[in-house]
């Protein structure tokens, strides 16, 4: 008995030995800083590969441009936004800096969110203002070259993506020379050409709401970056923070 009373002290002292906070922080770090963004990003991904499946199988014959690039080439380029983050998030490295606080995850997560949500399950609502026939194109044409210009910062900010403020590499080359929040810049005009298909009151609201989340979101991340990257200033200082030439 008393050899049996001695090992299970020991193998609780083994168990307490393993789960130590380094332990279980793995495991959160497994969790969601890989699992889940790779899944969110994954499952995006499948909605939009499935629509352009659906345009393809129900697209009559000689369709015309504008709605080859709104229901195909648009829903495409989304699918690789969203499909590229996925293994990005699943390889990516531990972060230098990170800023967990409620208010940044709020607003990481409403940001990457927003869209989605409108664009999939809440649908744009009453429409507020009619629109001539060309207004459609000239969103078509303004929503692909924001996903276009969104997979040329995921080029360059590769392994160091986040959906909460985190810090791994100062990103400096390409759209990043540009201005400060390029991936930011993309996805508001992306939105704002969807907007512009379909003025719903639905998606004016949101659109109002993710602009705002995506401006708090950039503040966390320039302040953490700061912190964590002394060089952030001279780059913050000669770059613009979100409009070329202007802002």
């Keep these: 008995m008393p050899h049996a009373t001695s090992a299970l002290a020991a193998r609780g002292t083994s168990l307490t030995r393993r789960f130590t906070p380094e332990y279980w922080a793995g495991l959160r770090w497994l969790a969601f800083g890989r699992a889940i963004p790779a899944v969110l990003f994954g499952l ?17 014959a000689g369709a015309g441009a504008t709605r080859i690039g709104d229901k195909v080439v648009s829903p495409l380029l989304y699918t690789m936004f969203c499909v590229i983050p996925a293994v990005l998030y699943m390889t ?7 800023d967990g606080r409620l208010m940044a995850r709020v607003a990481a997560f409403t940001g990457t969110l927003m869209q989605l949500l409108v664009g999939t399950f809440l649908g744009t609502g009453p429409v ?67 907007l512009g298909a379909a003025p719903g009151l639905i998606s004016a609201l949101s ?4 602009v705002g989340m995506q401006m708090v979101r ?8 700061a912190g964590a990257f002394p060089e952030y200033a001279d780059y913050a200082r000669r770059t613009r923070r979100l409009i070329p030439f202007v802002w």
Excluded: C, D, N
Excluded at 92 to 98: D, G, N, T, V, Y
Excluded at 156 to 177: D, F, K
Excluded at 218 to 225: K, P, S, V
């Design 44 to 60: 995006m991904g499948w909605i939009q590969l499935a629509r352009v499946i659906t345009a393809l199988q129900t697209m009559p």
């Design 128 to 194: 507020l203002y009619g629109l001539p026939p060309v207004t459609g194109g000239i969103s078509v044409v303004i929503t692909i070259v924001s996903f276009t210009g969104a997979l040329w910062s995921l080029a360059y900010l590769r392994r160091s993506l986040s959906i909460i403020p985190e810090a791994r590499r100062l990103a400096t080359g390409g759209p990043y020379g540009i201005v400060r929040h390029p991936l930011y810049l993309f996805e508001i005009m992306a939105a704002l050409g969807a």
């Design 207 to 210: 659109f109002v709401v993710f």
């Design 92 to 98: 990516r490295p531990k972060p230098k800096a990170r």
């Design 218 to 225: 950039a503040g966390y991340e320039e302040r953490l970056l």
